[in-house]
């Protein structure tokens, strides 16, 4: 209580500074008054009295003030003054401040940016009411350790009371073509359960929710998101009972969302689940729950695996290897990647502390030229802690100077980073600089301040009276200064951190690079991706939908310059795309007792044409053609690595394959084509099943078309499409902004990587310069004297360029074994490189050693070229 | 009567927070206090008082209370705070350590 007292008298003394003294006033008056009192007592006149009280009491003022000292405004007092006196310190070596201060704005700037996306990223809770208790469910196979999508009834059983979620809802769906007022586009929509309004306590800004009953009957109506409502509409209010066509099904909208409201994904309308699958083995569905209160982590999965368990027991072939996940939903947006945020954050903190190690020894290098000046003060009576006080509120100032810089920079950089950053990172729109980037930026400033700044002040201080006053200070013959091996030291440990750094750029460029010049199996250069939708509802509209198709490729292969054209369900890095299990003739039967002996592949629908227009070779057989339509017989085409894993060396064609896409029918094999990575561009390619387009109209109303031109056809091409049907959406892509998404997030790291190392290799090559050449400054003298006895040149250079290169050395050593062990941390997220790659060890080891050389060789070159006479007449 | 003693560095806190320790007394007060218990032996110097008081009241050791005075002045009241009392009784053990042992030195022989 003591403490609150005493700050409480000294906030009063600092707060109410007149009304102290008045007091104080009053008081002194009293004793006086008192005095004459007793002196009048004693027989003495009034004016006798009053002279003689005067003088005892002595200077009033000096009592006052002396009353004053006491009450230690004192510490505050000598505060604003040591900002004073940093300021004015500060101001007198502009060289010194101006770079100390942009040093420390690069690194503190950097790692306010970086942070503001953590922040919004990983560190913020989602914007949903009680978002912790939601949660992600998944279906994870044991087989093969991957997770995968929930089938329906799985869902339901899993969602069945007692069960520990209070709300749950399936969702499905993606980019779907929707008209609104005669335009049509793609929109993301998915269809939800009842339960989604309960999940994540949706209450709507205009309009209503979606009732129960409407969910039951699957009645055609929509939810839309705020910026939905108001870029089609103009406002929320008036989107409510405005239509848009789903699939040829006229859906009012009954109410809009939230502007926060983004779940899943940049969704944009919400629907009652519209595609139901009874089916138990294939995956249709993602589904999230909101967990009942005070129902734990740990009871939900011991209550999904106790559903797997009974589910194992009633479809043992189906359900061997299918296990059940419960994640935290925020988890399962950011996973992928936290660990690159974690990385960038990592590697911005190295940034920062080679920076501040150069602060650091620029301060060191200060308080070798300001030793006079501190001698004079401690000379003066100015005790060490003092000095140290005054030493720190200089580092303070400094540091937040270069803070608030920062916070300029980072201002800038934030919006660079949104710009660069994956479009599928989320809450990407929620990175900003607030109050807690801010409080950051402050702990960081400060911290770092005090951190590296009181080393050099405590070194400052001590102060030897004796050497710090004489005339020339250091330079003595072996000159070099006190301070000059832990300068030494901050160098080193510089480039350690810079080299780190280099090290890691360099591997995750080299990864990149591989994944950019790995062989894709199909070419992406001059292709054109058009996206089209034609909306089809009974098997004739689906029908129908793939003569139009087919009418589209006609025409825009008419056009001139265009020399493919072919359409796909399942582009590469494309959004549809479908997978599962397929029999082979006489080697499995397609029935549930066969499920876990069936191999796997993915499906995909393509036209004729598409593996010409894609660059991807035939291998054997032919191509579909314009004769495998819907009453023909069914026909596939494997991928190489299909045939080589299932037929092992005998030839596919002629065989048929049947597999649960839509209709269950053997379709004969009459081709095989090379393999291409549809996945993305890091994972080896699997086997792939390709399907004639024709043949599966339920799926094949909505596809890729695949332009191969020497021309720019995309506006012409769009105009074919539109002569022939106006209301078909059309979306306009190329085959490389396909390939260049798949590899965003790599990409996103690695250039700020890069980034980065360059930033800190630039500032530790600095920092070797500094040193270097102040060394060789002290060193005139000593250099000026083995001039003049008859060294040459070379042997002056000679020995300046050894210091440098022990420095050197034992930064580039000590990095070397910081990052071989740090290696395993990012081993997971290279691609075709080892974490010991030798050419980005040898790369990194070049570069940083060939520029701190080059660093310490100026100065050392400088000092050879010293006329003797003058360095010695110096002295 | 004797030249009044200096008094020893440090002794003053330990003299006023003794004297106010049994009720609440105004500067002017203390000094007389402080004198007549000592016989005169020991004259305190506004000088000197004043700026005590205030830096044990900055220590919290001492409250002060503007009061009317017997003659019904205002005058200001210092008094000790619970953390002026233990202080008191640190000094007191401190100062009975120190005596005692300069006792023993000086005696000796």
């Known amino acids: ?388 006080r005054q030493l720190l509120v200089e580092n303070m100032v400094l540091n937040l100077i270069g803070g608030a810089v920062g916070l300029a920079l980072a201002f ?25 980037v801010l409080l950051f930026t402050l702990v960081v400033s400060l911290g770092t301040a005090m951190i590296f700044g009181l080393w050099p002040a405590l070194r400052a201080s001590r102060v030897d009276l004796q050497d710090g006053l004489k005339q020339g200070g250091a330079r003595g013959v072996f000159g070099g200064g006190r301070n000059a091996w832990a300068r030494g030291a901050l160098v080193s440990a510089e480039i350690a951190m810079a080299l780190v750094l280099t090290l890691g750029a360099g591997l995750f460029f080299r990864s990149f690079v591989a994944l950019t010049a790995v062989d894709l199996g199909y070419h992406t250069d001059g292709r054109l991706v058009l996206t089209a939708s034609i909306p089809a509802r009974t098997e004739a509209q689906h029908l129908q939908a793939g003569v139009t198709f087919e009418r589209i490729f006609a025409d825009i292969g008419k056009l001139p310059g265009v020399r493919a054209v072919a359409g796909v369900m399942g582009l590469p890095g494309g959004p549809y795309g479908s997978d599962g299990l397929f029999a082979v003739e006489g080697l499995h039967e397609f029935t549930q007792a066969f499920y876990d002996k069936l191999p796997h592949a993915g499906f995909r629908l393509t036209s004729p044409g598409y593996f010409t227009a894609m660059g991807v070779p035939l291998v054997a057989g032919r191509d579909f053609d314009d004769r495998d339509l819907y009453d023909a017989e069914p026909v596939a085409i494997v991928s190489a690595s299909l045939a080589r894993q299932v037929f092992r060396g005998d030839s596919p064609l002629g065989r048929r394959i049947k597999c649960g896409l839509d209709r269950e029918v053997w379709m004969r094999v009459v081709g095989v084509v090379g393999d291409m990575r549809n996945e993305n561009p890091a994972t080896p390619p699997a086997p792939e099943l390709y399907m004639a387009y024709r043949q599966h109209p339920y799926h094949a109303n909505e596809l890729h078309i695949v332009v191969r031109a020497q021309t720019d056809v995309a506006a012409a091409a769009r105009q074919v499409i539109a002569r022939i049907d106006p209301g078909i959406p059309v979306k306009e892509s190329t085959l490389e902004e396909f390939r260049s998404k798949s590899v965003a997030l790599p990409r996103f790291r690695t250039l700020l990587l890069v980034l980065f190392a360059g930033v800190a290799a630039a500032l530790a090559t600095a920092g070797v310069y500094g040193v270097m050449s102040y060394a060789a400054t002290q060193r005139r003298t000593e250099m000026g004297l083995r001039i003049a006895l008859g060294a040459t040149g070379a042997d002056v250079v000679s020995m ?13 050593i000590s990095g070397l074994v910081i990052a071989l062990a740090a290696g395993r941390f990012v081993e997971s997220m290279l691609f075709g490189v080892e974490v010991r790659d030798a050419t980005a060890i040898a790369g990194a080891v070049g570069l940083l050693s060939a520029a701190a050389l080059t660093a310490s060789l100026v100065p050392a070159v400088r000092a050879s070229r010293v006329n003797p006479i003058a360095a010695l007449r110096e002295e | 009567m004797a030249r009044p003693t200096d008094l020893v560095q440090g002794t003053l806190d330990l003299l006023i927070l003794k004297t106010i320790s049994l009720e609440p007394k105004h500067g002017w007060a203390i000094a007389k206090r402080i004198q007549q218990v000592s016989q005169e032996a020991l004259q305190i110097q506004q000088g000197s008082l004043y700026p005590a008081l205030h830096r044990l009241e900055q220590q919290a050791w001492i409250k002060a209370e503007w009061k009317p005075t017997d003659a019904g002045r205002m005058a200001k009241f210092y008094s000790l705070t619970a953390a002026g009392r233990k202080q008191l009784s640190k000094e007191v053990e401190s100062w009975t350590r120190l005596s005692t042992a300069i006792n023993v030195v000086v005696q000796e022989g």
């Open chain 1, 1 to 388: 209580m003591r403490i609150v007292a005493k700050a409480r008298l000294r906030l009063r003394a600092l707060l109410r500074r007149r009304r102290v003294d008045a007091e104080l006033d009053a008081e002194l008056q009293f004793h006086l008054d008192q005095l004459v009192e007793e002196l009048m007592a004693q027989g003495m006149t009034a004016d006798a009295a009053h002279a003689a009280a005067r003088r005892r009491i002595g200077g009033m003022t000096q009592l006052r003030e002396a009353c004053r000292d006491e009450r230690r405004l004192n510490l505050l007092d000598e505060f604003s003054t040591d900002v004073r006196y940093a300021l004015r310190v500060l101001r007198r070596s502009p060289a010194f401040t101006t770079v100390a201060v942009l040093t420390l704005a690069l690194g503190i700037g950097a790692n306010t940016a970086i942070f503001s996306v953590v922040k919004a990223v990983l560190l913020e809770p989602l914007p949903y009411t009680g978002a912790d208790r939601i949660v992600a469910m998944q279906t994870f196979w044991t087989n093969v350790g991957r997770p995968g999508s929930l089938s329906g009834p799985d869902y339901f059983d899993l969602v069945a009371q007692p069960s520990p979620f209070a709300a749950s809802t399936r969702y499905t769906g993606g980019e779907l073509a929707i008209e609104t007022g005669g335009q049509a586009e793609f929109v993301a929509t998915y269809g939800v359960d009842p339960g989604f309004e309960a999940v994540f306590q949706l209450t709507p800004v205009a309009g209503r929710l979606i009732t129960q009953e409407e969910f039951k009957t699957r009645a055609p109506v929509a939810l839309v998101s705020a910026g939905y409502a108001i870029r089609h509409f103009g406002s929320v209010e008036r989107a409510v009972g405005h239509a848009l066509t789903l699939e040829s099904v006229a859906r009012p909208v009954v109410g809009v969302l939230p502007a926060g409201f983004q779940f899943p994904l940049n969704a944009e309308v919400w629907i009652p689940m519209w595609r139901e699958s009874a089916s138990r083995t294939s995956g249709n569905y993602r589904a999230v729950a909101r967990l009942k209160p005070g129902i734990t982590m740990e009871a939900t999965a011991a209550h999904l695996s106790t559903v797997a368990a009974r589910l194992r027991q009633t479809f043992p072939s189906t359900h061997k290897s299918k296990a059940f996940t419960a994640i935290r939903l925020k988890d399962s947006l950011v996973d992928r990647s936290r660990t690159t945020l974690w990385l960038l954050m990592g590697a911005v903190g190295l940034v920062l502390m080679v920076a501040c190690a150069n602060v650091a020894n620029l301060l060191l290098l200060r308080a070798t030229t300001r030793a006079r000046e501190l001698a004079v003060r401690a000379a003066l009576g100015a005790g060490r802690s003092r000095v140290v």
């Open chain 1, 800 to 812: 300046l360029l050894r210091n440098g290169a022990a420095l050197v050395a034992t930064g580039v």
């Open chain 1, 412 to 436: 800038a950089g934030v919006q660079a980073l949104v710009g660069l950053a994956p479009a599928n990172l989320p809450r990407l729109d929620a990175v900003r600089v607030d109050g807690g």
